[in-house]
């Protein structure tokens, strides 16, 4: 039986799912929203509609569940190998997950970096949303960060499908997310 694990998102209410449905159709308007190269030609259409789904009333495990069970991810890919050559390889058995935890922590992170610009108080802190069995450093050392919620919106907002240069979250699997802290 294989073992699920969610990312803890510690300010995933209403008002967050709200933002993050907002930041999802500004990322349609501007023809911006990340559509992974791992999807069928079948899925890439129905895609937004199964991450508003997820935004809307469950969490980056229903995206996942709803990329497989719609057959929306592709058996092999091409691959550029170390001497240069391309191959056929199989796509890896996690693939969903990572891309589902990677899209909803994203649209999640720009809605708290909404909700602390437009309420004016509080700050955002990187945290372990999920454990993984082996952290990477560069991860570790970010956790208990203050982060500018400016800086980070405008980072992952212009940088849909790649790690952002501000290294949050700092790629695929690493189980970091932000959330917001009140000044005491």
Known sequence: MEVVIILRLENLDEKTRKLM??????DIKNNTLYISPRLT?????KYAKLLREAMTSGNDMTLARSL????????YETRRMRNGS?????VPKNAAETLAEGEFNRFYICALCRRVI?????YLEVYRAKQVSNPRPESERKIGKK????KLLHDLR???GVEPALGIPPGPN??????IKFND
């Open 21 to 26: 449905l907002e930041e999802l159709e500004l």
């Open 41 to 45: 030609e079948f899925c890439k259409g």
């Open 68 to 75: 497989r069970k719609s057959g929306c991810l592709k058996p």
């Open 86 to 90: 391309y191959r056929q390889v199989k």
């Open 118 to 122: 437009d309420e004016g108080r509080g």
């Open 147 to 150: 982060v500018d919620p400016h």
């Open 158 to 160: 212009t940088s849909p």
């Open 174 to 179: 690493s189980g970091l997310s932000v959330r």
